[in-house]
């Protein structure tokens, strides 16, 4: 069997770069595809109220995911230095114990997922109108999402060791089952939200069972051997120290993107269904700059385990050029086509207008994200996840909730304010992060571990 690897550790950083970060690129492309298709068929099919429904959830969704993904956030870090340093027997107790502990997770976060539906929904301010089927679409979610948590983490499995093309060619194979199951289930089946929330986890759960087909008939150290599943204690901490303030970041931020859809839904429910058909065009914008983030915490990962912190450096760099350049032709593309891209989710002229509005005003912005997410993904490459773990928390939630605070005081119910309590959190993640990484031991060896 041809390998699958990548040794990121010799050769021509940019081609490593560009032939790791595509493949990703199309992946987060069609990973988005499974909750963009879902308001796409509901907001041409069912109207502005179950598309708010929709819509309104996503910011729980990715609480709760956001917590247990911090965990394949800390696998691929360890795992790709495990890989960088060629020690075998490590990746396979690496692999074994991520295993085990996301067959774990799988039940914890369905029980969760399901008993915090409806709370969170209260939380939110969700308006009535879109309560119940809202309520429903998470519920369906919740109950089905061991198939995303466990090709999240075979999927990070197969990165660390610079294999990003399998993955994606599962999501596009279940991406496109997904597609087709949403229309059957809504326009044959008149199934409603219900339905579109079914064809996600079916899709979801196929992905999960591909990743672990492969897996499991890989003959490198990084295979499944399920005789072998087994937590082992030191990996597990490891995993667990690089991985935990991930979590924490991935959940509060989300947690705290649940106040500021109170301060969206109390523009009503074509403001709440515009700010969902805005935000799924704004994921489709941050694919690059997250698939080069991901990249970054790789290639930087393998050549640190390799000793190699100079090849890291220059990583860093070509990764930054390579996110601003991508993010400011597509944010280009997104404001000159805000209108027709918007006709692709909805024909509703008051969602139309809420949801042109957000993107003329947040757009702009969009440049700053690179340094944020790219300096934030070579600290974790190194195992310094704290620093970025508090200057986002800090930066997403705390700032952000302050701004809002302070804003509603001096302006009250005003948009455009709302509206820039994103940028706002962007712009003083990417100072932090900066000034981190410029004192960081990647970028300053001798100085020691000042990011840590």
Not at 317 to 329: A, F, H, I, Q
Request: net charge positive.
């Amino acid at each position: 069997m041809a390998r699958k690897d990548v040794d990121m550790t010799h050769g021509h950083i940019l081609k490593h770069y560009i032939s790791f970060a595509a493949p990703l690129a199309l992946g987060l492309l069609f990973q988005q595809l499974y909750n963009t298709v879902d308001t796409m068929v509901i907001g041409q099919f069912e109207g502005e109220t179950a598309l708010a429904a929709v819509g309104s959830t996503g910011s729980i969704i990715n609480m709760l995911i956001g917590i247990f993904n911090g965990l394949s956030m800390g696998t691929g870090v360890v795992l790709s230095q495990a890989y960088g340093a060629h020690d075998e027997e490590r990746i396979r107790r690496v692999v074994h114990t991520t295993i085990t502990a996301t067959l774990i997770m799988c039940v914890i976060a369905t029980v969760i997922g399901v008993a915090i539906t409806r709370p969170a929904l209260y939380l939110m301010n969700t308006d009535p109108a879109v309560f119940d089927e809202a309520a429903t679409y998470l519920t369906t979610y919740f109950a089905g999402i061991s198939g995303l948590l466990i090709y999240n983490m075979g999927s990070a499995i197969l990165r660390a060791v610079g294999d990003s093309k399998r993955p994606l060619y599962f999501l596009i194979f279940s991406a496109l089952m997904n597609t087709v199951l949403d229309l059957a289930f809504v326009i044959w089946f008149d199934m409603g939200v219900f339905g579109v929330a079914l064809a996600t986890i079916i899709a979801q759960g196929v992905s999960g069972l591909l990743v672990l087909y492969v897996l499991t008939r890989e003959k490198q150290s990084y295979g499944i051997r399920w005789r072998a599943l087994h937590i082992d204690r030191e990996e597990f901490k490891r995993i667990f120290m690089v991985g935990l303030p991930s979590s924490v970041q991935q959940g509060l931020t989300a947690f705290s993107n649940v106040f500021v859809m109170r301060y969206v839904n109390a523009f009503g429910p074509s403001c709440t269904a515009g700010w969902a058909a805005y935000s799924k065009l704004d994921m489709f914008l941050m694919v690059p700059v997250m698939a080069i983030a991901q990249a970054s915490t790789t290639f930087v990962g393998q050549n640190w385990g390799a000793k190699q912190p100079e090849r890291a450096r220059r990583g860093v760099r070509y990764g930054l050029l390579m996110s601003l350049g991508c993010m400011l032709l597509c944010g280009a593309l997104m404001l000159i086509f805000a209108r027709p891209l918007l006709h692709l989710i909805t024909q509703e002229e008051p969602v139309l207008d809420f949801g042109e509005r957000f993107i003329r005003i947040i757009t702009p912005f969009y440049v700053t994200i690179c340094f944020n997410q790219l300096f934030a993904g070579a600290l974790r490459g190194i195992g310094s996840a704290t620093a970025p773990m508090l200057i986002m928390l800090g930066s997403f939630v705390g700032f952000r909730q302050l701004y809002l605070f302070v804003a509603d005081l001096i302006w009250g119910q005003n948009f455009l304010a709302v509206s820039l309590a994103f940028p706002m959190g962007w712009i003083m993640a990417s100072l932090l992060l900066t000034i981190c990484y410029l004192r960081s031991r990647l970028y300053r060896p001798a100085v020691g571990d000042v990011a840590a």
